[in-house]
Structure formats: structure tokens, C-alpha cells
């Protein structure tokens, strides 16, 4: 097949959990600009149709949902939603997560904190694998791309945090990215003869435009390459995964981090 020809997803449809920011964004930026049909989800309805519409307008076929990924049926009638309108599911990227709440160290955090963070990061990343999966079976074709991070393979530095005003907690959300790095293998495993796919993605420091000023210059000191990550440094990890080019690539974590992990 052409190369170009292999990134081509005109006449597939995607869906992107936490699509209305940040990292989402750019995810589902790229998975339209390969020619897909994206519905952006997650429980902020209203961001997702405005992002909606300003893809749109930059010529993406983009639709915006509200989505609670914790809850079983609310998943599930997104699933629906996307193959009844568009007669299929294609690609699915589970990337809503991130901290319930503000982490705090071990003898000062509470097993509320602890499950609230694992329910929304590796709870909702499994009902939304496991409802792309039923539609993926019949059809034998399907790419599954979870999102983890470098912090669910590797435990925070303290000195990384050292006078910027931050604590570095995070036992529940390297807990939970950790566990959807092995998720993902296992899903791998148990639907590779279905012919999906099944990859996570693990950014480095991508600082926020809110992101305190102090951590991410600590954030460009301590990776080798010589600038910040941006979202759009994943939109290419996306493009291979979620497209015929990656075909044969499944059960893989790609780290995308700017040299971050090597240290």
C-alpha cells in the first residue's frame, strides 16, 4: 500500500473521550485531519460541542457529546450513538482521566481520593474498551488507544518538585496509568485474533497553559530534548496508531515524553 495511503481514515469514524482539551483536542485534530469522523466526549457537553464546532470550521466532520466515562450505560449509549449514526466504530481513544482529586502524600490521603482517581482513569478506560470492543468483534477491525502517562512507569522525583510550591504526591493516578499500560496489554492479547488493535500512549510533562510557570521550566530542564512538549507531539504517536500504518503494532506503550524517561 502507498504510505500516504496507509495514514488514510476517510470513511472511519472515532471516538475521543476528554476530546474538548488539551491533549483530547489535539487527538481528535489529528484523527480528522486523516479524513475521520470524530465525536469528541466526555462530561463537559457544552466545551465538547463548542470544540465541536471549531474543528468544523476548520473543515474536521466533528461532533461533541456529553459523556461520564464512569458510567457503564452512559458509555455504552455513546458507543451506540456513534454506530448507529455512522454504522460503525473504528478507532477509540479512552484519554479522559487525570487526578479525582489534588494529590496529596500517603499518610495524608484517604481512600476516597484514592478510588476516585482509580475509577475515573482505569474503571473508565475499561468500559469504554470493553463497549468498543463488542462493536468491534463482528466486523474484525478496530483500534483501541488508551492513554497512561510516564508516571505509570515511573514514580515521581521529588526533586523534580523541589521550590516550585507543588506538592508530589500521586500515589492514586500512577496507580491507576499504571494499571491501564497493562490493561492495554492485556486487551491486546484478548482481541488480537478479532484482528484490533490495542496501544497505549504515555505523554511526558506537557505543560497546560495554566501549568505554573516554575514547574514547567523544571519540566524543559529535565528532558534532553530542547524545548517543552506541545499537544500536537502526539497527534503523529495517534495518526500510526489509530491508521493501517500500525496495523501490525498492538499491546505496545509508546512513550512520548522528549527524552523524559531515559534518565
Known amino acids: 500500500m502507498n504510505t500516504v495511503a496507509l495514514f488514510d481514515l476517510n470513511g472511519r469514524a472515532a471516538i475521543v473521550t476528554g476530546g474538548g482539551t488539551h491533549l483530547g483536542r489535539a487527538m481528535a485534530t489529528a484523527l480528522g485531519e486523516l479524513g475521520a469522523s470524530v465525536v469528541i466526549a466526555s462530561r463537559r457537553r457544552e466545551l465538547c460541542e463548542k470544540v465541536a464546532g471549531d474543528l468544523r470550521q476548520a473543515g474536521i466532520d466533528c461532533t461533541g457529546q456529553g459523556c461520564d466515562v464512569t458510567v457503564e450505560d452512559e458509555v455504552n449509549a455513546l458507543v451506540e450513538g456513534v454506530v448507529a449514526t455512522h454504522g460503525r466504530l473504528d478507532v477509540m481513544i479512552c484519554n479522559a482521566g487525570g487526578s479525582a482529586r489534588p494529590p496529596t502524600y500517603i499518610p495524608d490521603g484517604d481512600v476516597d481520593e484514592f478510588m476516585s482517581t482509580i475509577q475515573l482513569n482505569a474503571t473508565g478506560t475499561y468500559l469504554c474498551a470493553q463497549a468498543a470492543a463488542r462493536v468491534m468483534i463482528p466486523r474484525h477491525s478496530g483500534a483501541i488507544i488508551t492513554v497512561g502517562s510516564i508516571h505509570g512507569s515511573h514514580t515521581n522525583d521529588k526533586r523534580f518538585y523541589e521550590g516550585t510550591g507543588f506538592k508530589r504526591g500521586g500515589a492514586a493516578y500512577q496507580t491507576a496509568k499504571g494499571g491501564i499500560i497493562n490493561l492495554t496489554r492485556h486487551l491486546a492479547g484478548e482481541l488480537g485474533e478479532y484482528g484490533i488493535t490495542a496501544n497505549c500512549i504515555s505523554p511526558g510533562q506537557i505543560p497546560r497553559p495554566d501549568t505554573h510557570s516554575r514547574l514547567a521550566e523544571r519540566a524543559l530542564d529535565a528532558i534532553p530534548l ?15 496508531l489509530a491508521s493501517p500504518a500500525g496495523a501490525w503494532i498492538t499491546g505496545h506503550n509508546l512513550v512520548v515524553d522528549g527524552g523524559w524517561s531515559i534518565w
Open 226 to 240: 530542547p524545548r517543552k512538549g506541545t499537544p500536537d507531539d502526539l497527534k503523529g504517536a495517534v495518526a500510526l
